[in-house]
């Protein structure tokens, strides 16, 4: 049974940077399509950064702040996220994209001044 396990989260100041980390535990075998979502509170979750056999997609919202990375080797999938702002905090999750896997427990990431 596949299990994500996301971690790096935190409270950061506007402006700041942290990287996210999700370690895929199990037989996965989409590693290579992969993808970060997030959900704040009172909203639906949604995606925030796609990587394809190394093609990669984002939102609108985080285009040229956030990057998502994968090392298939290790299975996990990274997002580094720089110049954070108050809306972004949110409970960061990864799965593959589309979702096939069940849903780990996220990463909460917290941007406050």
């Known amino acids: 049974q596949v299990q994500m396990v996301e971690s790096g989260g935190g409270l950061v100041q506007p402006g700041g940077s942290l990287r996210l980390s999700c370690a895929a535990t199990g037989p996965i075998t989409r590693i290579n399509h992969m993808a970060w979502y997030r959900q704040a509170p009172g909203n639906q979750r949604e995606l925030v950064a796609m990587i394809t056999s190394g093609s990669t997609n984002y939102a609108d919202s985080v285009k040229g702040r956030f990057t998502i990375a994968v090392d298939s080797t290790k299975k996990t999938v990274y997002l580094q996220m720089n110049s954070l702002k108050p809306e972004d905090t949110a409970v960061y999750y990864c799965?593959?994209?589309?979702?096939?896997?069940?849903w780990g427990q996220g990463t909460q990431v917290t941007v406050s001044s």
């Open positions: 799965n593959t994209s589309p979702v096939f896997y069940s």
